[in-house]
C-alpha cells in the first residue's frame, strides 16, 4: 500500500497539476492539506473517476484536508477530539479497508507564525490535543499512520540553512519538543526509518529563489504505530514535482506499507 501525503496549496487551483501527479505516481491512499475549498468545492469527481473514494474536511478559503482511497475509508472522523470555539479543518482520519486494515489521518498542523501573535499558543494547543488523541489510536494496537504538514522542522539536518529558521514557529524549541513528545508516545518517523539521509526536503517558499538555491526544508511527516513500522518498506519524496508548471510549496511524500 502505497500512502502518499501532499500539500496542495488549493487543490482547485492547482488542479491539473496535482491529477498529472496521481495519473503518474497512482498511489492507494492520498492525504491532502491546504485544500482550501468547503466540502461541496472539492473536485471529488475528477478523483472518483481516477478510481478514488473520497472524503473531506474542508473550510472556505483557508486550511482543509481530504482523504482519497482505492478502497472504501470506513469509520471517518472530521477533527480532534475536544474542538475549541474556532475549530479549524486541520484533521481528518479514517480506516483503509482492505485484508490488512490501515488507520491513517491527514494532518495539517498549524503554521504558529507570527510567533508574538494568538497563532502559536494555538499551534501548541493543537499539537497538545493531536498528542492525547494519538496516545488512544495508539492504545488500539493497529496499524496506524498520522501524515501530512505538520509544520516542523524535527531537527537542523531537516533543513539546508537552519539559521535562517531560528525563533521561527516550525523551529522554536517548543515545537520540536512537543514533536518528540508525540513520537515519544511510540510512533516511529518513517523518512528516518526507511532512509534518514540530510537532504531530503518537502518544502520550498516561493521567495527568494528558495527552489533554485535549495532553500529547502522537511515538514511533510509520516508518523508510524509500531504495527505500521514494522510494515514499512521505503519511501519517496517526488522532489521533481516542484519544478512542474504552477506547483505547490510543498511536494509529495509517499510511504510504502508491504501489506
Known amino acids: 500500500m502505497r500512502i502518499a501525503t501532499w500539500n496542495v496549496n488549493s487543490v482547485n487551483a492547482r488542479l491539473e497539476t496535482v491529477l498529472k501527479w496521481f495519473e503518474a505516481?497512482?498511489?492507494?491512499?492520498?492525504?491532502?492539506?491546504?485544500?482550501?475549498?468547503?466540502?461541496?468545492?472539492?473536485?471529488?469527481?475528477?478523483?472518483?473517476?481516477?478510481?478514488?473514494?473520497?472524503?473531506?474536511?474542508?473550510q472556505k478559503a483557508y486550511n482543509g484536508v481530504a482523504l482519497l482511497s482505492k478502497t472504501p475509508l470506513e469509520d471517518v472522523r472530521r477533527g480532534l477530539p475536544d474542538p475549541g470555539e474556532e475549530e479549524q479543518s486541520r484533521y481528518l482520519e479514517a480506516v483503509i479497508s482492505g485484508p490488512t486494515p490501515v488507520r491513517v489521518a491527514s494532518i495539517y498542523l498549524p503554521n504558529g507564525n507570527p510567533v508574538d501573535s494568538e497563532k502559536y499558543p494555538y499551534k501548541l494547543a493543537w499539537m497538545d490535543r493531536l498528542n492525547r488523541h494519538a496516545?488512544?489510536?495508539?492504545?488500539?494496537?493497529?496499524?496506524?499512520?498520522?501524515?501530512?504538514?505538520?509544520?516542523?522542522?524535527?531537527?537542523?539536518?531537516?533543513?539546508?540553512?537552519?539559521?535562517?529558521?531560528?525563533?521561527?514557529?516550525?523551529?522554536r524549541p517548543q515545537t520540536r519538543e512537543a514533536f518528540r513528545a508525540l513520537k515519544h508516545l511510540g510512533l516511529s518517523d518513517a523518512y528516518l526509518e526507511a532512509d534518514g539521509a540530510p537532504g531530503a526536503y518537502t518544502f520550498w517558499d516561493y521567495q527568494a529563489g528558495a527552489w533554485q538555491r535549495n532553500n529547502g526544508i522537511r515538514i511533510d511527516h509520516a508518523l508510524l504505530?509500531?504495527?505500521?513500522?514494522?510494515?514499512?518498506?521505503?519511501?519517496?519524496?517526488?522532489?521533481?514535482?516542484?519544478?512542474?508548471?504552477?506547483?505547490?510549496?510543498?511536494?509529495?511524500?509517499?510511504?510504502?506499507?508491504?501489506?
Request: charged share 25%; glycine share 4%.
Open 25 to 58: 505516481a497512482q498511489p492507494d491512499v492520498a492525504c491532502l492539506q491546504e485544500i482550501k475549498c468547503v466540502d461541496e468545492k472539492f473536485p471529488a469527481e475528477a478523483f472518483e473517476r481516477l478510481g478514488y473514494n473520497v472524503a473531506v474536511h474542508g
Open 135 to 171: 496516545r488512544d489510536l495508539l492504545a488500539l494496537e493497529e496499524p496506524l499512520v498520522l501524515t501530512g504538514d505538520f509544520n516542523v522542522i524535527p531537527e537542523a539536518r531537516d533543513a539546508e540553512f537552519p539559521a535562517n529558521w531560528e525563533g521561527d514557529a516550525l523551529f
Open 225 to 259: 504505530s509500531p504495527q505500521a513500522a514494522d510494515l514499512l518498506a521505503g519511501v519517496s519524496i517526488h522532489r521533481d514535482v516542484r519544478s512542474w508548471e504552477k506547483p505547490s510549496d510543498h511536494v509529495p511524500f509517499v510511504i510504502e506499507l508491504d501489506l
